[in-house]
């Protein structure tokens, strides 16, 4: 929120009306002041106070006019749905729009990198860490289906083959849900091999 400029008798007049504008209180405000105001000669040539106030940002403020701002510049119209539970320190974001598909990216890598920079910003100022999960479309529901369905499959292959099977490169979140659906499987195990961004998972048959 932009410094709004508020006047009064006194700096602390000022203020207050500058509370009753933003409807909020004193403790959710960061202001200065512009002028100390003065009550002239025999109550002649007075000055107002002068103050700039504005509203405190939240986190979920921070986060949205971030979220905003890089969304402007890849030349996107989406809106921002932020939901922030303390108690699981879990910040969850959809964003909801028209063209919201293109964010995605590649195995949803655009949508990866996005979340990265909203999780630094987040966990910024913050002492206990908050894990971000951004989403648009129900992406990342969907991304999960079709991992676990790849995990049968090849766990199906490798049943049949006894051979290993090597997957392509994914995010450790992707890989994750790979070696989740697979971990109670007893005929495969599964290991992620080889480095970043490169890492993939292989599945093995238990002999």
Known sequence: MEFREFKGKTVDEAITEALIALETTSDKVEYEVVEEGSGGLFGMFSKPAVVRVRKKQGLSDKLYDFIKEVLEKMDFAAEPKIEIDEEERVISIDLEGEDTGDLIGKRGQTL???QYLISILAN???EDYYKVKLDTKNYRERRQKTLENL???VAAKVKKSRHKVVL???NPYERRI???YLQGDKYVTTKSEGEEPNRKVVVYYKR
Request: glycine residues 0%.
């Open 112 to 114: 990866d990198s996005l």
């Open 151 to 153: 995990a049968k499959n």
């Open 168 to 170: 392509e490169p994914m």
């Open 178 to 180: 790979i070696h989740s």
């Open 124 to 126: 910024k100022d913050s």
